[in-house]
Structure formats: structure tokens, C-alpha cells
């Protein structure tokens, strides 16, 4: 039987006698209709930094979680053509069969998984909200390494599952054993970042092999999220091998190819817990942009697009910020992605520290967004190397002032 509560024909017919009933509309009566859901969470603390930058007048933005460069132009054309094409429409929920059958196969070169399911995602983002809904009931535990990527946190509230942040701190590597101490009967999924933001960190193999290792141990499925893949200053490597049968990994195009408002990555992993992702996506996304889907067919073929020069100029960004902060900060480098996540020199909260950025026009991100410390900052270097100089100028004198 169906459960779904039919509204007595009576009070349709009498809630709209006479047209539309005007219903009082006071900001209060509006609060009152806010879920318990909804209220739970805050409103990202990056976003906040956002509306301070719209107030500044070419600040030296450290903020900004997206690469400086543009989409390659070969996939602009090929999105436009779609479009000029009348690929407008919606696609079929699990994406279109040219992008989705040669990334099956790329999964498997790349894993060994045989016949993984692949879910066209709209932007990593939809992956980890389906994944999450797909598997998780109220009361299981989700652990992850803190610091972490915000949503992590907040989107198993709003599924009524617990959060878990397993500290890693002050290497921020991981610590099996940290995450074995944290372990209870009801801890069903591992969230892992690899490169991570915001630290930065990529893990090792022999990281990787412990979670595994973990994962296996307490059947955990573990969800890693690997949307800086690309952004790796050494060989990327993935959980995905170690756990062909435990793992839900999820790509994405918006970091490596600039395209973040294109709302596109893919979801890969066994075929059961795919098609319960891509029955909720039917109900929620219904599918992935379509021009999106058709412009990465272009990376696809021909050997995709080279995107080592964008890299390897991260690379050097990377190695400029680490040497012109290293003398007065205390810095773990970063392998990989675009972040670096300094400690903030004295005693004062890193919300203090980035509040005195600010007056001096710059912008970096408090650790308290990505952790239950306050004691860190992330910089994005994904920006010019003249606003990098200028950073790190500004970054210094903050430094001399704060340990004076
Ligand atoms: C670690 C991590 N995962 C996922 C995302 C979301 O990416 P997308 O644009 O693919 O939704 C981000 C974006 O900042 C991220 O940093």
C-alpha cells in the first residue's frame, strides 16, 4: 500500500473557495517554517568569506577553491555544438552512453574492477550527497579525517547519521589507529580525500592500505573523493584498487578542467550501491547538465586534454608560497591540490588572525570551517603569482605582529 497521505478532496475544495487564501506572511511566521533539518546546519563559513571579499576592492584573494584558468577552448566548442545541436534535453539519469562507457573502461585499466557501475554525476558535490543517502540511515556514524571538506560534516545531519571527525592534526596524515579508537558498532562509511582540501595532504600507499585494511576489518564503505586527482605533485594514488568490492570513487571535472560551474564528475563503484545513487538521482538531479556531458566527451578521445601545463605552473605556485611563508609559519607541505593550511604563529584564533587579513585586503579562510580547531588558515594559491607575492607580504608583517 502506497504511504503516501492524499489530501481530503474536501479541504482541496474548501482551501480554495473563492481563489487563493491570502496567508499572513510575517518573517516570523516564515522562521516558524524553517525544518528542524534545515536550521541544523550553518550556512558554509566560505561563503561568509565570500560576501567580506564582495565588500573589498581587489582584494588578495586566497579564498577561492577554483583553479585561475579557464576551460580548455576544445571543450567550450564541443559544449556550444551540443547545445547548437539541440542536445538540450534531458539526458538518461545514469549520463549519456558516450561518456559513460569509456569511463567504465578507464575505471577498469585503472582499478582492476571488473564491470564497475559508473553514475554521471551533477559535480562531485551530487556524488557524495547520493552516495551518503544511499547508504546511510539515522544514527550511522560517517568518519573522516578533520580537517575537513565542509560538506562531510553536514550532509549526514541532514540525513540523521553522525558525523566523525578523527583528528590529524598536526601532521595531518592518517592515523590508523586514531580511526580504529573512533570505531563503534554503528560506523558504517570511511570518507576519504585524497589530495585533500583543505590541507592539501595526498596519502601515501601505505596509508591508503591501512584504510583498506580498516575498512575490510569493520565493514566500512568508503567513499573517496578524489576531485583534485589531477592536481597531484607526485603519482596520485587511489583506494579504489585495494577495495574493488568496499568503495564508491568519485571523479570530477570541476577542479582539473576549470569547469566548475558546469556541475559535472562521475561516481564509480559495485553496481548495487551505483543503482540506488542513480534511483535517488532520478528523484533529485534527474541528470548531469547535458552540454556538460557532451563538452567532456572531448576527454574522452584523442587522448583527452593535456592539462600539464596548468599543473605543473600549481606546482611552482605551490613551492612559492611554501618558501616565501616557511621562515615565520609552520607548514606541513602540501602534495597536492591547491590549499596550503598554515598554522597561525602566536596565540591568537585563526578567526582573529583572518580578521586582521581582511583590514589589510586579504582573504584567507579560517580552520574552524574545516575543523573543530581554530588554530589553522587556508590559503589558495590558485591565483596569480603577483597576488601570491603580494600574500605572502601581507601574511608576514601579520606574523611579526602576532609574535611580538
Ligand atoms: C574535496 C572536495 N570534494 C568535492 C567538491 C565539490 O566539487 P564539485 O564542483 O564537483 O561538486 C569540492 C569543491 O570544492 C571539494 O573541495
Redo the contacts with the bound molecule.
Keep these: 500500500m502506497s504511504n503516501l497521505k492524499q489530501a481530503s478532496p474536501k479541504s482541496a475544495v474548501d482551501t480554495h473557495v473563492g481563489g487563493p487564501i491570502a496567508v499572513p506572511s510575517t518573517p516570523a511566521n516564515l522562521e516558524r517554517m524553517i525544518s528542524q533539518r534545515a536550521s541544523s546546519i550553518d550556512a558554509s563559513g566560505i561563503r561568509r568569506v565570500f560576501d567580506l571579499a564582495a565588500k573589498l576592492s581587489d582584494p588578495i584573494n586566497f579564498s577561492i577553491?577554483?583553479p585561475d584558468f579557464d576551460v580548455p577552448d576544445i571543450i567550450k566548442e564541443r559544449a556550444i555544438n551540443a547545445i547548437r545541436e539541440g542536445k538540450n534535453r534531458y539526458t538518461p539519469t545514469q549520463g549519456i552512453a558516450e561518456l559513460i562507457n569509456p569511463i567504465k573502461q578507464q575505471v577498469a585499466d585503472a582499478t582492476g574492477w571488473k564491470n564497475p557501475g559508473v553514475l554521471i554525476?551533477s559535480?562531485?558535490?551530487?556524488g557524495?550527497m547520493l552516495a551518503m543517502f544511499a547508504v546511510l540511515d539515522p544514527g550511522d556514524e560517517v568518519l573522516f579525517l578533520d580537517p575537513y571538506?565542509v560538506?562531510y560534516k553536514h550532509l549526514p545531519r541532514l540525513i540523521g547519521a553522525v558525523p566523525v571527525a578523527v583528528d590529524s592534526y598536526p601532521d595531518f596524515r592518517l592515523h590508523p589507529e586514531r580511526i580504529e579508537a573512533a570505531i563503534t558498532p554503528r560506523s558504517k562509511m570511511l570518507v576519504l580525500?585524497s589530495p585533500?582540501?583543505p590541507t592539501g595532504m595526498a596519502l601515501t600507499p601505505a596509508e591508503l592500505q591501512a584504510a583498506a585494511d580498516i575498512a575490510r576489518k569493520h565493514n566500512l564503505l568508503v567513499l573517496s573523493?578524489e576531485?583534485?586527482d589531477a592536481f597531484c605533485y607526485q603519482k596520485h594514488e587511489s583506494i579504489a584498487s585495494l577495495l574493488p568490492d568496499q568503495c564508491i570513487q568519485?571523479k570530477?571535472?570541476?577542479?582539473t578542467y576549470a569547469m566548475?560551474g558546469w556541475?559535472?564528475?562521475y561516481a564509480a563503484g559495485p553496481a548495487v550501491i551505483i543503482e540506488q545513487m542513480s534511483k535517488l538521482q532520478q528523484y533529485t538531479f534527474v541528470c548531469a547538465p547535458s552540454p556538460a556531458q557532451y563538452g567532456a566527451i572531448e576527454l574522452l578521445h584523442h587522448g583527452g586534454v593535456d592539462m600539464t601545463p596548468q599543473i605543473d605552473a600549481y606546482r611552482r605556485k605551490r613551492d612559492r608560497i611554501v618558501a616565501g611563508l616557511g621562515g615565520k609559519f609552520e607548514i606541513n607541505p602540501p602534495q597536492g591540490a591547491f590549499y596550503v593550511f598554515p598554522k597561525v604563529p602566536g596565540n591568537q584564533t585563526a578567526s582573529e588572525f583572518a580578521r586582521r587579513g581582511v583590514e589589510q585586503n586579504l582573504l584567507i579562510i579560517p580552520g574552524n570551517v574545516f575543523s573543530s580547531r581554530d588554530t589553522h588558515f587556508r590559503i589558495s594559491y590558485a591565483t596569480s603569482d603577483v597576488k601570491i607575492d603580494a600574500g605572502i607580504d601581507v601574511l608576514l608583517k601579520l606574523a611579526d605582529s602576532a609574535t611580538v
Excluded: E, H
Excluded at 559535480?123 to 551530487?126: E, L, M
Design positions: 577553491g577554483q554525476l559535480g562531485t558535490s551530487g557524495i571538506f560538506m580525500c585533500n582540501n573523493d576531485i583534485y568519485l570530477g571535472y570541476s577542479k566548475t556541475r559535472l564528475g
